[in-house]
């Protein structure tokens, strides 16, 4: 059992960090309050291995490892969380779905662009009558000949207004329930395709999220993902894999709302001293750089497991709700710290604190990642 990183992970932290801290950092606030999401920032990660990070090399990836990808997911979060949010969509969500589901033509022909940072994708299975119910699908698929007709709508999908591809859901036999979902693959011009309305969120502002809506959308029988019918079955696979990611963006947004604090306390003075010499600051700080360490070694725990070629239906819900249920905490706790400053926008906390709620919400809420957990359990006894 080893607790080190490699010198190539360290490296390849310190790269993202320095890439964050250049090009994010300073237009953070920028971004958050004018809702502007920075597409040519966004494809230069492209360019430095981030869109491509589990890939293979002969796709256009890096070939990391998911330990590597959490090392990227962190290091982002830790800055902006909302830019974090737009790339775990991108990666583990829509180009994952083609990677892990799709045919060979449809690897090669999406992967290297959506690796590159060319095109940007999104992925869409939520619905307004479908959240945590996915099964509950109302957007429906027809075959006519040899085209699919998709007609419907989808909510709450992060990148719908800036995204070239989308993996999006669709009932192709109401009759076999999960069974009848299928998956398709739709690209930005595609008749009876386009965005909907954009959401204007609490938090994580810059990172558009909003629908997707098919008006008698007609397509071929080669934008079918996967085998008909798994497309719900393919989903719930790679969602095991992007809870992994939620985990590591959820620790990213408590480190980086832990180092804002612990600044802030070693600056701020009262009575006369400096509010980190007050042990009721010192308890606070020290819970919370203990959860951030308890959820980090659980994310690493299921990208470890995932890289061994393991099932981490459990370990990556468990990550999941512990980081982003601590992630919170801490975020917390880094206003309380701040008292009246953490309240305003000119310290990054007030931020943190906003965008952190929806880690305990996407990607399957904490409710359902206790239920995952559970019959994980009771399945295995133990």
């Known amino acids: 059992m080893d607790f080190a ?17 250049a090009e994010i950092r300073p237009h953070v606030m920028e971004w958050d309050e004018s809702q502007h999401f920075p597409v040519d920032v966004f494809r230069e990660l492209g360019r430095i291995g981030v869109l491509g990070a589990v890939f293979p090399e002969d796709l256009g990836g890096s070939g990391y490892t998911y330990v590597d990808y959490t090392i990227l997911m962190e290091e982002l979060a830790r ?3 909302s830019i974090a949010l737009s790339a775990a969509a991108h990666i583990s969500l829509c180009t994952n779905h083609i990677y892990l589901a799709g045919s060979r033509d449809q690897k090669e022909r999406y992967v290297p662009k959506l690796a590159s940072g060319e095109w940007i994708g999104c992925w869409s299975l939520t619905e307004p009558e479908a959240g945590s119910d996915a099964a509950g699908t109302r ?12 007609n419907g709508g989808k909510t709450f999908t992060t990148n719908a207004h800036v995204a070239d591809v989308c993996v999006a859901m669709a009932v192709t036999d109401r009759a076999a329930s999960s069974h009848g979902i299928s998956a398709f693959i739709l690209e930005t011009g595609t008749p009876g395709f386009r965005a909907g309305k954009k959401e204007n969120k609490l938090g994580m502002r810059c990172s558009p999220t909003g629908e997707v809506l098919f008006t008698d959308c007609r397509l071929p029988a080669s934008q079918l993902c996967g085998k008909r019918g798994e497309g719900f079955v393919d989903s719930l696979r790679i969602l095991d894999g992007g809870r992994i990611s939620i985990a590591a963006l959820a620790v990213g947004i408590a480190q980086g709302a832990y180092e804002a604090a612990l600044k802030y306390s070693k600056q701020r003075k009262q009575f006369g001293r400096f509010i980190s010499e007050f042990q009721a600051i010192q308890n606070k700080l020290a819970d919370m750089a203990t959860e951030i360490d308890a959820a980090r070694l659980l994310t690493l725990r299921a ?11 459990k370990q990556s819900a468990m990550a999941k709700l512990y980081a982003s249920e601590s992630a919170v905490r801490v975020a917390n706790e880094a206003l309380q710290i701040h008292g009246g400053y953490g309240f305003i926008k000119d310290f990054p906390v007030e931020k943190f604190y906003r965008d952190v709620k929806l880690c305990t919400i996407g990607e399957g809420t904490s409710e359902i990642q206790r239920l995952v957990i559970a019959r ?3 399945k295995s006894g133990c």
């Open 5 to 21: 990183y490699t010198p190539e992970q360290n490296q390849l932290r310190k790269t993202i960090r320095d890439f964050a801290e």
């Open 139 to 150: 957007t429906q698929a027809v075959l006519d000949g040899e085209t699919w007709v998709l």
């Open 79 to 81: 800055v902006d969380p």
């Open 376 to 378: 994980q359990l009771l």
């Open 303 to 313: 990208a470890w497991l995932k890289d061994q070629g393991k099932s981490v239906n």
